[in-house]
């Protein structure tokens, strides 16, 4: 049990520094990317053409201009951004506890080989039949 206490800790401790740096970069990344936004250095190319409540417009230009943007567009398209990374991140990354991540990796450790049936799902997702 202390060699999987101890293995959680070296990969913790190799993994953290690396999401520290990655979150760094990813931070400063978008602080230029807004720079730019704001000083015009990005020309939008793509359009959104939607139609929502008066209610709900009204909220959001009066949240606009609280937050001392521009214009709407700015707040929205903000949103859009912020969200859509938020949620592709969530969808694309688990987290597990250390002992989860022990369990998994003794079942991956112990797994026998491929049977004929799970090679053959596996060569079908890979023939692009299956998204």
Do not use: H, W
């Not at 990344?29 to 730019?36: F, P, Q």
């Not at 959001?60 to 859509?84: C, N």
């Not at 049977?115 to 023939?127: H, I, P, R």
């Amino acid at each position: 049990m202390q060699a999987l206490y101890s293995q959680s800790l070296k990969i913790k401790s190799v993994l953290v520094p690396y999401k520290l740096r990655f979150g760094c970069l990813n931070l400063i990344l978008r602080l230029i990317t807004e720079l730019l936004r704001t000083i015009g250095g990005f020309m939008a190319t793509a359009r959104l053409d939607i139609r929502l409540d008066e209610e709900i417009k009204a909220k959001a230009e009066k949240a606009s201009a609280l937050l001392g943007l521009k214009s709407l567009t700015e707040y929205v398209v903000r949103l859009m951004d912020e969200d859509s990374t938020q949620v592709i991140s969530e969808y694309e990354s688990i987290t597990v506890e250390a002992n989860v991540f022990d369990q998994f990796m003794i079942a991956c450790d112990e797994a026998k080989a491929p049977n004929k049936a799970l090679l053959g799902a596996a060569a079908f997702t890979k023939s692009g039949e299956f998204k």
